[in-house]
């Protein structure tokens, strides 16, 4: 009998994981990757700009796999025509899986354009995008990655307007085996951002200064292949795996047909010239 304690204490060592969870914010977290001259960060606090010259864009430290990243952010007033920020969630190389926020400048008075889009194993095209409901220059307004094994859930202040969910049983592509880093820049978009690239970037308005704070990355810390599996326990450290988070509620549901209904410009799944009659697989799912 004791012998049989021994090793079912053993057991119980080795079967329990080393999970790191991560709760920072942005000096904690991040780094400036690029465009340094045009980039401010301290204390919660992160200021990106755009000029003739360049952009900039900073990343986190370290990639994780599955969490809740979330930030204020504060847009370009005025004129912010071919104009891009970006906040996304990505791994590196060809093979990227990528979650994406992009926010597309335009003329002053026009509202920005948000525009999503999901890539796995190095492809994309799944893009969805929406006109917002307010003016996100004059304040700062949320916006939210929640990222588990069951699904992909886009929000604006705590409201969804974007849900991809994981159909790997039916062969159906989803990314959950490669950690990612996030990433914000401001960048020069004007060959596409507004208007498809008729309208350019008018640079007697620069410098195009983003402003960004409360970032909070409450996610799984990527250790390497070890954490495909650990990240997705359903075990009480695991948050992001319990219940609520693996459908949206009924009153979630109820907003996001609002923004559906009222704002959505694009969806990848309506778009039948792009694909000729040859839909993504996962357009005829239940995304929600």
């Known amino acids: ?4 304690k021994k090793l079912v204490t053993l057991f119980f060592f ?76 990505s791994s590196i190389g060809d093979q990227r ?14 509202p920005y354009i948000i525009h999503t889009n999901i890539y796995i194993e190095g492809s994309g095209n799944r893009e969805q995008q929406f006109y917002l409901w307010f003016d996100p220059t004059t304040d700062f307004h949320n916006y939210t990655i929640h990222w588990n094994p069951t699904e992909i859930v886009f929000y604006i202040d705590s409201i969804p307007i974007r849900v991809f969910r994981n159909y790997e049983r039916d062969g159906i592509p989803y990314p959950n085996k490669q ?5 914000t820049s401001i960048w020069n978009g004007d060959n596409w951002a507004t208007s498809g690239g008729l309208v350019k970037i008018d640079w007697n308005y620069a410098p195009f200064t983003v402003k960004f704070n409360h970032f909070r990355a409450r996610a799984c810390k990527w250790k390497g292949d070890v954490s495909i599996n ?22 979630q549901m109820g907003q996001l047909n609002w923004v559906r209904d009222n704002h959505m410009i694009y969806d990848y799944c309506h778009d039948t010239n792009r694909y000729n009659g040859q839909m993504p697989p996962e357009c005829f799912k239940a995304q929600f």
């Not at 950690?179 to 990433?183: A, E, I, K, P, T």
């Open 1 to 4: 009998m004791a012998k049989f």
């Open 14 to 89: 080795v079967v329990i994981p080393n999970i790191i969870q991560v709760d920072a914010n942005f000096i904690k977290s991040m780094r400036i990757e690029w465009g340094a001259q045009n980039a401010l960060l301290w204390d919660d606090n992160l200021q990106l700009s755009l000029d003739k010259i360049t952009g900039s864009g900073a990343r986190t430290k370290i990639p994780f796999l599955f969490g809740n990243i979330e930030s204020r952010i504060k847009f370009v007033p005025g004129n912010s025509a071919g104009s891009v920020i970006s906040y996304y969630l």
């Open 97 to 110: 899986d990528e979650i994406d926020f992009e926010f597309l400048g335009n003329v002053s008075g026009q």
């Open 179 to 183: 950690g990612m880093r996030v990433y």
């Open 230 to 251: 650990e990240c997705a326990l359903n075990i009480a450290e695991n948050w992001w795996t319990s219940p609520i988070y693996k459908q949206l509620s009924h009153a």
